[in-house]
Antibody, heavy 112, light 107 residues
């Protein structure tokens, strides 16, 4: 069955870099797109970007050049990296297959 | 960026009520509109895709419709398990954008 699971740190220091891995099973990354979405505590959903099945990427310009999405198809993993973290980057980060299947999310706190 | 204006932000309702949540798109998005349900501490659940298509496993009391640039999610007869937050999402154009959300709660 289709599964996605995010793994990453609980806590990241201010101005440091966040790295989260989305490990998928039950489908191929070369067939389906994977999106990253985040949700600050008590707030709404925000689309961050996507890894397209063809290997291209798309980013929300709100993150300017801070955000990078990549993948390793042999390991069925999609990676999110975001640098220069601020306290308002504290959020739950989700990966999702074409918005139909979602991971459980990983809660990341940015601490000073 | 395409703005999705979702209303209301909060919707008190009683069991058995018919309720409607609306998103208005700032530009043409065709039918590239999805609706999600999210319960506390859980991941979003896809309810409607293509503006009007029911996702797999979603009860038939849920429906989606479109009138021009207004997109609606309707629950025909509210059940207790429907109490949740609801979000719309446009995927016509990057950056994809969510509505601000609607909190559906018991009156």
């Amino acid at each position: 069955q289709v599964q996605l699971k995010e793994t990453g740190p609980d806590l990241v220091q201010l101005t440091q870099t966040l790295s989260i891995t989305c490990t998928v099973s039950g489908f191929s990354l070369t067939t389906y797109n994977v999106h990253w979405v985040r949700q600050p505590p008590g707030k709404g959903l925000e689309w961050m970007g996507a890894m397209w099945n063809g290997g291209g990427t798309d980013y929300n310009s709100a993150f300017k050049s801070r955000l990078s999405i990549s993948r390793d198809t042999s390991k069925s993993q999609v990676f999110l990296k975001m640098n220069s973290l601020q306290t308002d980057d504290t959020a739950k980060y989700f990966c999702a297959r074409q918005f139909q299947y979602w991971g459980q999310g990983v809660m990341v706190t940015v601490s000073s | 960026d395409i703005q999705m204006t979702q209303s209301p932000s909060s919707l008190p309702a009683s069991l058995g009520d018919r309720v409607t949540i609306t998103c208005r798109a700032s530009q043409d998005i065709g039918n590239y509109l999805r609706w999600f349900q999210q319960k506390p501490g859980k991941s979003p659940r896809l309810m409607i895709y293509g503006a009007t298509n029911l996702a797999a496993g979603v009860p038939s009391r849920f429906s989606g419709s479109r009138s021009g640039s207004d997109y609606s999610l309707t629950i025909s007869s509210l059940e207790s398990e429907d109490m949740a937050d609801y979000y719309c999402l446009q995927s016509k154009e990057s950056p994809f954008t969510f509505g601000a959300g609607t909190k559906l709660e018991l009156k």
